[in-house]
């Protein structure tokens, strides 16, 4: 571009008027060599920016938000001319200081929407198109007096080199789509102040090298569906202050290279079974057989008997039947002895019979009695049943309830993901869940838009455009027209 200036009458004579004019200033006053300016949108209108005249509103990059964040930006009002002072380069940045009244605001705008923007309500907005750095060589305090929503759509890594402090006055909820590992290569200390529940819908394991040790202040109840076993490679002790109650459904067994019973009353009954061994010494009061026949009621001895039963054998002592368990018992022919004529008739003494010298508080261990202790006493069998049906544990699952597709309580997203798919959107089972829950729309299968109405206005006064604007490029021409 020329001026009138740089030898303006050494090429008017060299080349002539007509052509300094025509490549030179033209006549209007100014010369665009380019032809980009004016701009298409200022075409055949005022040159004035349209920013500052209020037809449009500059406004930086909002997007890329996340479902459920509010950012809560209300619409920015339109500029008045001439309160808003406008920079806007040739490639697209701005800046504004508008003074329009209650839209006050002042705009750093790079042409990708990336800036800042004070806002008239004090609101600060920064924006970043790409990457955003930020750099404190000192102390950095952040108060924030309202609600804060903090959303990476990537990886986040914090690292503190010093002390990391959290202190919060509400709740915390923490939820991870993933896995949570956690490192600690010192103590860990925990304090519940009231309750603490842990639920593991897989498997659970610990691994402590040392000490292990639980003080329980209550009760403690441990309630297994299954199996438990417990292994233990040195000693066992089970110590109760005051019951110690074990029961088994099927069978109980002890065993030991060394096994001790005692205590100031012991019982030990049953139907059938053995008790004793080949060198098992027997301490006792008195034995008694179950009632009915004659004798001892069918009870078998076997081996010696010492004491009184020695001096039974012979009849020179049969008047001392009286001193055995039952004088009954003793055999009409007591044996013969030195001198004796005749044997002699054994004495019965019932008050000796045991059946009647046995307390009621301890009755004869027969059949029915054994059977009555065993299912209905405090020291019977205890029937255990955990889970019936396994309703709790289908109900922490969630499995049948979700058609086997979650096992935990989805989001809106996975809800969402799995509804793409024609098989679960057809799964009553699924679907009819989730509407009970409020997750899903009643009307999901209705493909219909909430409301239809016309697509154009009713009036004739549709218009199309026939003439291109100005210097449009050609992959835009078919947009723009003049009408």
Do not use: C
């Not at 009755?363 to 396994?390: C, F, Q, W």
């Not at 989805?410 to 959107?425: F, L, T, V, Y």
């Not at 838009?449 to 218009?463: D, E, F, L, Y």
Request: aromatic share 8%; hydrophobic share 30%; no cysteine.
């Amino acid at each position: 571009m020329t001026n009138k200036v740089d030898n303006f009458t050494k090429r008017v004579t060299s080349l002539g008027l007509g052509v300094e004019v025509s490549e030179g200033i033209p006549r209007e006053g100014f010369a665009d060599p380019t032809g980009e300016f004016p701009s298409r949108d200022y075409f055949f209108g005022s040159s004035i920016n349209k920013a500052a005249r209020g037809e449009k509103v500059n406004k930086l990059y909002n997007g890329g938000g996340d479902h459920g964040v509010n950012i809560d930006l209300a619409d920015q009002k339109p500029s008045e001319y001439p309160y808003n002072q406008i920079t806007e380069t040739q490639s697209g940045h701005s800046i504004e200081i508008d003074d329009t009244p209650g839209g006050e605001r002042i705009l750093i705008k790079h042409k990708s929407g990336s800036g800042v923007e004070f806002r008239s309500d004090g609101s600060v907005l920064f924006s970043s198109t790409n990457k955003k750095v930020e750099i404190v060589g000192g102390d950095n305090a952040v108060i924030i007096e309202g609600q804060a929503d903090l959303v990476y759509n990537g990886n986040l890594n914090l690292k503190v080199t010093g002390d990391y402090n959290l202190d919060v006055g509400g709740n915390i909820n923490v939820t991870t789509a993933g896995n949570k590992t956690e490192k600690i290569l010192h103590n860990h200390t925990v304090e519940v102040v009231e309750n603490q529940n842990t639920t593991v819908k897989g498997d659970r394991g610990a691994k402590v090298i040392g000490v292990n040790t639980e003080t329980i202040l209550s009760d403690n109840n441990i309630l297994v569906k299954g199996t438990q076993k417990n292994y233990v490679e040195g000693d066992v002790e089970l110590t109760s202050g005051n019951k110690l109650v074990t029961t088994a459904g099927l069978e109980w067994a002890a065993s030991s290279l060394t096994t001790n019973i005692s205590g100031l009353t012991v019982s030990v009954m049953g139907q059938t079974g053995t008790i004793g061994g080949e060198f098992i010494d027997h301490y006792g009061k008195a034995y008694s057989g179950p009632p009915g026949g004659s004798g001892l009621g069918g009870t078998t001895f076997y081996g010696t008997f010492i004491g009184k039963a020695t001096e039974a054998i012979t009849s020179d002592f049969a008047n001392k039947a009286g001193e055995a368990s039952w004088a009954k018992s003793a055999p009409a022919e007591a044996g013969t002895a030195d001198g004796a004529t005749k044997t002699r008739s054994p004495r019965y003494y019932p008050t000796k019979m045991p059946y009647v010298t046995i307390p009621t508080t301890a009755p004869m261990p027969v059949s029915p009695i054994i059977a009555a202790h065993l299912s209905t006493s405090n020291y019977g069998i205890r029937n255990v049943e955990v889970d019936k049906g396994d309703k709790l544990k289908l109900e922490l699952l969630k499995t049948d309830d979700y058609a086997d597709l979650f096992n935990y309580d989805p989001s809106i997203h996975e809800i969402r993901s799995k509804m793409r798919d024609p098989a679960n959107r057809n799964n009553s089972t699924f679907t009819g869940y989730l509407v009970a829950e409020g997750k899903l729309s009643s009307k999901y299968r209705d493909a219909r838009p909430k409301k239809v109405g016309r697509a154009i206005s009713g009036k004739n006064n549709i218009r199309f455009g026939n003439t291109v604007l100005g210097n449009n490029p050609a992959e835009n021409r078919s947009k723009r027209f003049k009408v």
